[in-house]
């Protein structure tokens, strides 16, 4: 859960939300011209939109259920813009040693007579056999994308959703908006001053304790994503890809970066990954930083916050 301080100046923030890309965005820009705001923000909203349709799953036309609808058979030449998507997508795998990962496995009867999978486990096996990003193959060359296994698919939920707030972001600048929040889900983007031209005053709370913030800090010209594991276990907890149960230990994670998308990309995988080796690998990374908290209410930090 995220919060913005607001402080009174000549200036005012003037918000709007919409349901986009399966989850609530709110986007607040500082003007003195309300109007104006609210023009500007019908064109971050076009650009999500348009984002949204680019990289939906549901969208039969997308380049991703192309390329889904193509695994295990053919490359498929993709547009500039999802192939770079990808292309990061897998950067980020291999930097997480692939706890993020945008490859998944559909469900699969058994050979034998279309008898179902037996038991969880094989099942399980089976589903972890299929995520697994280095059986995605990129052609730079020919921009071609090609899943080698049949039962592979691939989603950029996971990395989407950031990346349509820079995008909006970046809409936003080129029209001369120079300070704003964009808040969607548990992420949130800014960038400029907020009336009073100080920086924006970004608070991160414990998901699982409403209106209790574990961390302030004055931000600007970042993105902060929060994750959490809630209790008891549930299908919204974090899995581990690399055993495909739930991982403990680590309560939430709240990663500063650049962008929404390395942000937002950034905090699922250090659950798997746990305390020491999330933070060993933040830490070697420039212009980011993490806030970790485990499930005994513990506190950490990579070398760039201190709190």
């Not at 039962?151 to 909006?168: F, H, T, V, W």
């Not at 209790?212 to 299908?235: G, K, R």
């Given at each position: 859960m995220l919060a913005v301080k607001n402080l009174t100046d000549t200036k005012t923030t003037f918000s709007r939300d919409a349901r986009l890309m399966g989850t609530g965005f709110d986007f607040k820009l500082v003007t003195d011209n309300p109007a104006w705001a609210l023009e500007r923000i019908e064109e971050a909203i076009a650009e999500i939109s348009r984002i949204e349709k680019l990289l939906s799953t549901f969208n039969e036309d997308s380049s991703i259920s192309q390329i889904n609808r193509n695994a295990g058979v053919a490359p498929v030449r993709v547009d500039a813009e999802t192939y770079r998507l990808i292309d990061r997508a897998l950067q980020i795998s291999t930097l997480t040693y692939g706890t993020f990962d945008i490859a998944y496995g559909i469900p699969q009867n058994e050979e034998d007579g279309g008898v179902a999978v037996a038991t969880k486990t094989k099942s399980l096996k089976k589903k972890i056999s299929l995520t697994n990003y280095t059986n995605i193959v990129l052609n730079e060359t020919k921009q071609t994308v090609f899943l080698k296994n049949k039962?592979?698919?691939?989603?950029?939920?996971?990395?989407?959703?950031?990346?349509?707030?820079?995008?909006?972001k970046v809409v936003l600048q080129m029209q001369g908006v120079s300070s704003g929040v964009i808040i969607f889900g548990s992420d949130m983007l800014t960038w400029g001053l907020q009336p009073g031209n100080t920086p924006w005053t970004i608070g991160?709370?414990?998901?699982?304790?409403?209106?209790?913030?574990?961390?302030?800090?004055?931000?600007?010209?970042?993105?902060?994503?929060?994750?959490?594991?809630?209790?008891?276990?549930?299908?919204?907890?974090?899995?581990?890809?690399?055993?495909?149960?739930?991982?403990?230990?680590?309560?939430?994670?709240?990663?500063?970066?650049?962008?929404?998308?390395?942000?937002?990309?950034?905090?699922?995988?250090?659950?798997?990954?746990?305390?020491?080796?999330?933070?060993?690998?933040?830490?070697?990374?420039?212009?980011?930083?993490c806030v970790v908290i485990d499930d005994h209410e513990r506190v950490y930090t990579s070398k760039h916050i201190q709190l």
């Open positions: 039962a592979m698919r691939i989603s950029l939920s996971a990395i989407g959703r950031g990346y349509a707030a820079d995008r909006a991160a709370a414990d998901a699982c304790k409403v209106g209790e913030v574990y961390a302030q800090m004055d931000i600007s010209n970042m993105a902060l994503s929060t994750s959490y594991n809630a209790a008891p276990i549930n299908s919204n907890m974090q899995i581990n890809n690399a055993t495909g149960f739930p991982v403990s230990a680590i309560k939430s994670v709240s990663i500063l970066a650049p962008t929404a998308e390395m942000a937002g990309a950034m905090t699922a995988p250090m659950f798997s990954m746990g305390i020491n080796t999330a933070l060993y690998m933040v830490n070697k990374l420039n212009q980011i930083a």
